[in-house]
């Protein structure tokens, strides 16, 4: 579906972190956790391509003017990391946008008697507040953010107010524990005495580590992916994740937008 | 008076002169909830080949100013899967289907067109001749006009559907290719196909896309593909098809100025995936507004 979308608010929640809530459509409403949008940051040629966001949350939104109507709305979490982005975090309430969305598979919310282990790194954590806020009504969920410094882990309290039990860690010990995120996940696996669930999503070596840890322990998991796409819809297969099968003889390419971008780990490639 | 938006591209009948570009609009369905494929002239197919192509390895694209590199290697499921999976679609759609096909030997291009000659729901075929020649050390077929002669000609006896050309600009001049097409028994040329660039990573002091170099298109390359279509306009009698940076009627309606019959919307659907639909629904607005009853009166008006 393509939409305009109306601003509400941006802004900046962390050094080079923000956050933006905009209106949409009625149809918006039923998003799933790990689908996507696309953004068009302006109507000229530069930046001529959409950018892709993960859905950080979901809401409805109401007009302060008496009647007016309820509509849904929904909000990013980005990071400012080149032209594109730089332009969206100069937006303003009540500035346009054209939207693509919800786009690709989200996630599988898996079985009630599993304890759900989010784990997220930077702004990785952006499709993951929508899924815990759909995990916490039926299981217990552990969120395992981690960052470089305490600037790049964002939005703990959001998560904590939903009921999940929170770890950080950072790589320089400015927040939380020294070091990476999946050192806590290990220590909750080795507790563990029920059966669980991984979602992640992140930088691709937090992604690889998590993989291979759910291989190890036969642990299902899903992991959401980034990729460099123009189109979002799967037409100008760019955006394309290497699938388990792959070898140069046999070509096994999985688009992260149609069919992504939240993959069975197993199903994906890793380095060993 | 709704203005008269047909043309007879090679004998393909167009109800407007706006097409998809190859490798732009995936096999068509992909588009089907944005694009009402019943209000644009024709689509065209992602290249195809006899066998499944899996691709480059990633990065794969890369947007610059204006533009976009991508060196997706003719990622397609191969003939075989088109005629199962992808065809059936084109029953249920009144637009013409334009499969656009390539291969890495004569023979494979060959056979390829007499494969597509089969299908009745294939309205044409626009073979994609910018593709290295296997056999002659790598030569690109599209920038050897005696190769590109024999790639045609091949394909010509091979099917009795209008055989389109799609013509690459990487040449020093487009004017021999493109008589070269013609006199192989071409019967429409398309151009331009992408332009070949790069783009440098300056931090990490590595290209940009796996595949080193890429093909360049968007809005940054009108202009080049403007004047080599005006220029095999003027050099050859086929009916020509305009591609490059096409984002608006306006732009559609230069390049028909410029001489060509129709006119192929690539990397805009990208952005914005009803933008073929769009530009031929502005390009009829611009008629009536300027009092333009007929689009065929446009092809090759410029006044110079």
Redesign the interface.
Known sequence: MQFTSMILSNAEVSPGYWRMRMTAPQEFASASPGQFVMVRVNGAIDPLLRRPFGIFDVGVYTPSQSGALSQPCFEMLYRVVGKGTLMLSALHETDLLDILGPLGMGFDLGYVDEEKLIVGGGVGLAPLYLLAKELVKQSQVRLFAGGRTRDDVLCITEFERLGVECYTATEDGSLGECGLVTEALLRRLDTLKGKAKIYACGPHGMLNAVAKIAAERTIPCQVSLEGYMACGVGACLGCVATGHRHSPETPDFRCVCTEGPVFESGELKWRD | MKPDMTVNCAGILLRNPVMTAS????YGE??A??VDLERIGAFVT?GLSLKP???N???????T????L?A?GL?NVGIDAFIEKKVPFFRSVKTPAIANFFGNTVDEYAEMARRLNEIPEVAALEVNISCPNVKQGGIVFGTDPACASTVVTACRAATNKPLIVKLSPNVTDVVVMAKACEDAGADALSLINTLTGMAIDLNRRRPVLANITGGFS???IKPIALRMVWQVARGVKLPVIGIGGI?NATDALEFILAGATAVQVG?A??????AAQQIAAEMEAWMEANGVADIKSLIGALET
């Open positions: 490798g732009t609009f995936g992909e588009f909830g944005y992602k192509r899996g691709g390895p990633t990065p794969r694209i890369v947007e100013p204006g533009g976009m991508n997706i990622q968007g809005p940054a984002m990397t659907s990208f952005i914005n995936p009803g």
